[in-house]
């Protein structure tokens, strides 16, 4: 049996892939500068060597990182779009697809970036509290740089897993790739193409991404 494939067919609707690519990366950018410091903050709170915090914050961070790390992404994402309108709370597709990727990602990332600072000898911690620097100081200045060297390419990784993600944000109608992919199957009934493209233009997103993302961190976050 031959099969006859029409990639003009799905092509013909770029504007609307163009659209689902721009809130997939838009989702992503958001997602991930929100996310990075919400883990960032969780970390802090959950490293041992940083001194002690008061034992409810730290239970209810832990409780917060076992949740979302034990829990699916989409139900999650449906909690908050589906669920939260029994409290009260509506959320349109856009801002819950957001905060699913923030709570998600910041969540993973809390974790990896704990172990970075957990990495840091004490006498390196102890050197900075020797120059009379602040608690904050010591921590922006001498133990986040270097732990976030170490971690940063688990952490590039995650952010891709949370990128590649945000597909199943397309199930609440948020206008992102996959959901753009669907819709153009849905009109000419081109599944196979549609998906193909989609997945080819995932590709490439995540390796963009990667690329970017290892740059960004070698030139702003923690130097050469």
């Known amino acids: 049996m031959l099969i006859e494939l029409d990639f003009p067919a799905v092509l013909a609707d770029w504007p609307l892939l163009l659209r689902g690519v721009a809130w997939t990366l838009g ?4 997602g991930t500068v929100l996310g990075l410091l919400l883990g960032t903050a969780c970390a802090w709170v959950r490293a041992r060597n940083l001194g002690h915090r008061p034992a409810a914050l730290r239970l209810a961070v832990a409780s917060y990182v076992e949740l979302m790390r034990n829990t699916p992404f989409i139900v999650q994402l449906f909690f908050l779009f589906f669920g939260l309108p029994a409290l009260g709370v509506k959320l349109s597709p856009e801002v819950a697809s957001v905060l699913a990727m923030v709570i998600n990602l910041g969540a993973y990332s809390a974790e990896i970036i704990r172990a970075g600072l957990e990495a840091t000898p004490k006498g390196q911690i102890e050197a900075a509290q020797s120059l009379a620097l602040t608690p904050g100081q010591t921590f922006r200045r001498v133990v986040l740089p270097p732990a976030l060297r170490k971690v940063w390419p688990a952490m590039v990784s995650q952010i891709i897993i949370v990128m590649l993600g945000s597909a199943v944000c397309g199930q609440i109608s948020t206008p992102e790739l996959s959901y753009a992919a669907n819709l153009i199957q849905s009109r000419n009934f081109r599944a196979f193409e549609a998906f193909i493209v989609a997945t080819a233009l995932y590709l490439g997103l ?8 290892n740059w960004l961190g070698q030139r702003f976050l923690f130097g050469h």
Request: charged share 15%; hydrophobic share 65%; glycine share 0%.
């Open 27 to 30: 989702l992503t950018v958001v």
């Open 206 to 213: 995540s390796i963009l991404a990667r690329r970017l993302l």
